[in-house]
């Protein structure tokens, strides 16, 4: 049921830590440079697609649920870390400034958390096509409320949102999600994801609890889906419903199968390459939606088991 023994978990761990380190001090590195701002909107918005694809993973690929609400959780990060902002770290003397947008930030994950919980505990015990449906159903709900709360908006939109998104926070909270992800996976608790997806009966029998490792699974998911949103929210500078409707959770879905589920590094290189992909076909603009869902399709014919999946399955 386990694809490695428990004496590799500790070398596995360490591993993801050096890698960690090393990602965050580039990203620190990268927030120095001068880059042209077409080219640096483009990295942010692959970092902040690493996060939703990897913690999507988490779910999806790793615990065998099938999650088609993650914008939702995105949405609720995205909105709730901008209101903070707006109100408390504008008006923040400047150094204080980054302080507040990382308590924004994990603010927004952390509403987003609870929000996952709030539908995962009565939902979980559904499989398959009934989760999703109602994953689907909350993340409408969502779009649906923030639609209407003037508070943040209504339908015109939340605007002001200061600019506080930068290459290094972004790629920073990139590779913190990544190393949680495959800390928590390649970790004695984290086999219990594994054993719940490759059979629920069989875990069961042996004194595992699937429904507490699915709402862990869908909470750890929704926190980091919360932090991309605000990261996106502070990069964008402008928050609309529709930037959050069932598409976004589409293509956050494809970004998961594309890479192949259950393969972290897999999943985040698919985030990558789909994010780069409808840039370079902007040059054919009037085609290039088309182009886009045409090589989507080719590849998922070639590759099935997703575009960078190569060898036996393993947690990565």
Request: a positive charge; aromatic letters at 10%; one cysteine or more.
């Amino acid at each position: 049921m386990f694809s490695r023994s428990p004496l590799s978990l500790p070398t596995a761990c360490q591993g993801a830590k050096r890698w960690l380190i090393a990602a965050v001090l580039c990203s620190i590195l990268l927030s120095f440079g001068q880059f042209n701002r077409y080219y640096l909107g483009v990295a942010m918005d692959v970092g902040i697609n690493i996060i939703l694809a990897v913690s999507l993973n988490l779910i999806n690929g790793y615990t065998g649920q099938f999650s088609l609400g993650h914008a939702g959780f995105m949405a609720v990060g995205a909105y709730t870390a901008a209101k903070f902002s707006l109100v408390f770290a504008v008006a923040a003397p400047e150094p204080a400034r980054p302080v507040l947008f990382l308590v924004a930030l994990v603010l927004g994950g952390a509403v987003a958390a609870l929000s996952g919980l709030a539908v995962g505990i009565p939902s979980l015990r559904l499989k398959g096509d009934y989760l999703a449906i109602v994953t689907l159903g909350f993340g409408e709900i969502i779009r649906v409320i923030v639609q209407n709360l003037e508070a943040v908006g209504a339908a015109s939109g939340l605007k002001g949102i200061p600019k506080y998104t930068t290459l290094g926070w972004t790629f920073a909270l990139a590779s913190v999600t990544v190393y949680v992800v495959v800390s928590l996976v390649n970790s004695t608790y984290g086999r219990g994801f594994i054993a719940v997806k490759d059979d629920e009966v069989a875990a069961s029998s042996m004194g595992i609890n699937p429904v507490r490792y699915k709402v862990t699974a869908f909470v750890v998911g929704a926190f980091f889906a919360g932090i991309a949103g605000g990261l996106y929210a502070h990069h964008k500078q402008f928050l609309a419903p529709t930037g959050f409707d069932f598409l976004k959770s589409i293509d956050i879905v494809v970004m998961v199968i594309l890479g192949g589920m259950g393969r972290t590094a897999s999943v985040a290189l698919a985030a990558v390459v789909l994010t780069l992909l409808p840039e370079v076909l902007r040059p054919v603009s009037e085609y290039r939606m088309i182009l886009y869902a045409l090589l989507i399709i080719g590849l998922m014919m070639a590759r099935p088991q997703g575009l960078f999946a190569f060898g036996r399955r393993a947690v990565k």
